[in-house]
């Protein structure tokens, strides 16, 4: 494969920036440029030089001989000022040599073609640097570690000893193996297909804490939505005003509440009698609030809005700092009430996620389901006697497969060892 390099830190002026070099030739590239190389796995500083022997730049330097680096293959790190000038003086000198400018994610594909990574701990680095919340970032790092990947393993091993049973009884029906293995095979089809129903089951909330909860702020108009909006997030992202209906469109706010990453939703204010345009708001205000994850009613207790409430969501009242009651408030304008509400919101959120799995995409979601379908399928074929065990032993291929897809491994070796291990029928 072609040696590549990379600037692997922001674009932009910094403090320190990072140069990555990987491939067959790592070591000769940086070698050309900074005269010999530390120990592997050992920092050491050195002067970079351009080709006619001029000073680039001093630099901690780290070499990581493959396969025991991130890409698998020899590695070295150019630790550098974060000069701009700098930076492109150094780049514009590797590429003078064998290696090439790296291609965009090239590094991490070359660690998951070097069995350094599956495709899920591939996502999950993707949504660890795309983390804005502690919620993200616990999640993507979960997966990243390859919690994901270890439980499809898990589920993958037993599916192929439920697959070579049901072989060995169709192939080799004349050695010494279990006549009947309906029980056993059940047992692990049974086991697995909770597993994975348990993991779809919480996916929305996976998924969720990854994109982000859309929170809406409904109420009748001049309640002050917007102020709380303001509040809740910290600047003036809603324009306020004391007339009534001053809030015509959906408003979004993306923000960091408590650890979770949230888009708050300031709505057109609900009441009867409106004019076309502030009618045309409500009517999205309506449609958003029933389709968001929480919503917060900001409205008197004895106040009816066209919006459904569910079990989770919040009432409190509006303006806070002019009550004598003792209904719960809030206000936007002074904050009385606001720590209260963010604690409701955490609280609500925190339950909602507390079924979440590790299945974080789409493309797991689909991986899952498909797996499912072929395990209950082979369950069903499986009822109908050996006659029917070729088909039960297709489907819980297919039912592989599919587990396989999701952390990029595809094969039958598998399968033909644990047979021959297990029954020993090399003989």
């Not at 291609?103 to 070097?114: D, K, V």
């Not at 060995?168 to 059940?186: G, H, K, N, Y």
Request: aromatic share 4%; charged share 25%.
């Amino acid at each position: 494969m072609d040696t590549i390099f990379a600037l692997a830190t922001a674009q932009g002026r910094a403090g320190v920036a990072v140069i990555r070099i990987s491939g067959p030739q790592a070591f000769v590239c940086a070698t050309a440029l900074c005269g010999s190389l530390p120990n592997p796995r050992q920092a050491g500083v050195r002067a970079l030089l351009d080709s006619d022997g001029s000073l680039l730049d001093q630099a901690l330097v780290l070499a990581f001989q493959g396969p025991n680096s991130f890409t698998g293959e020899d590695v070295v790190e150019l630790h550098l000022h974060g000069s701009i000038a700098v930076v492109s003086a150094v780049l514009r000198r590797l590429g003078e040599g064998d290696a090439r400018l790296a291609e965009p994610g090239e590094f991490t594909r070359r660690a998951l073609e070097n069995d350094k990574m599956d495709l899920a701990q591939v996502e999950g680095l993707g949504d660890l640097i795309a983390s804005e919340t502690e919620g993200q970032r616990r999640q993507a790092q979960r997966i990243f570690e390859g919690a994901l990947g270890q439980k499809i393993e898990a589920w993958r091993t037993n599916l192929i000893r439920a697959a070579s049973l049901i072989e060995v009884t169709i192939d080799f029906a004349d050695e010494d193996v279990p006549v009947d293995v309906t029980q056993e095979v059940s047992a692990l089809l049974l086991s697995v297909r909770t597993d994975v129903e348990n993991e779809l089951n919480g996916f929305a909330a996976a998924e969720r804490i990854r994109t982000g909860f859309e929170i809406a702020i409904i109420g009748p108009p001049n309640a002050g939505k917007s102020t709380l909006l303001n509040a809740l997030a910290k600047r003036d992202a809603a324009i306020t005003s004391e007339r009534a209906g001053t809030t015509r469109d959906v408003i979004e706010v993306r923000m960091d509440l408590d650890g979770y990453a949230v888009t708050l939703l300031d709505t057109a204010g609900l009441r009867d009698g409106a004019d076309e345009i502030e009618a045309t708001g409500i009517e999205r205000a309506v449609s958003r609030a029933n389709a968001s994850d929480l919503r917060i009613f900001l409205m008197e207790p004895d106040e009816i809005v066209p919006v459904a409430s569910q079990d989770d969501d919040i009432f409190v009242a509006p303006k806070a700092d002019a009550r004598t009651d003792d209904v719960p408030a809030v206000s936007g304008k002074t904050g009385q009430g606001i720590p209260e509400l963010i604690t409701l919101v955490s609280r609500a959120l925190s339950s909602k996620t507390q079924s979440a799995g590790l299945a974080t995409h789409a493309r797991h979601r689909d991986a899952m389901q498909m797996s499912l379908t072929a395990l209950d399928a082979a369950v069903e074929w499986i009822g109908h006697g050996p006659d029917h065990y070729d088909i039960a032993a297709e489907e819980i291929r297919s039912s592989i497969r599919s587990l396989e897809s999701l952390v990029g491994r595809i094969g039958v070796e598998n399968l033909l060892d644990e047979i021959f291990s297990s029954f020993c029928l090399g003989k």
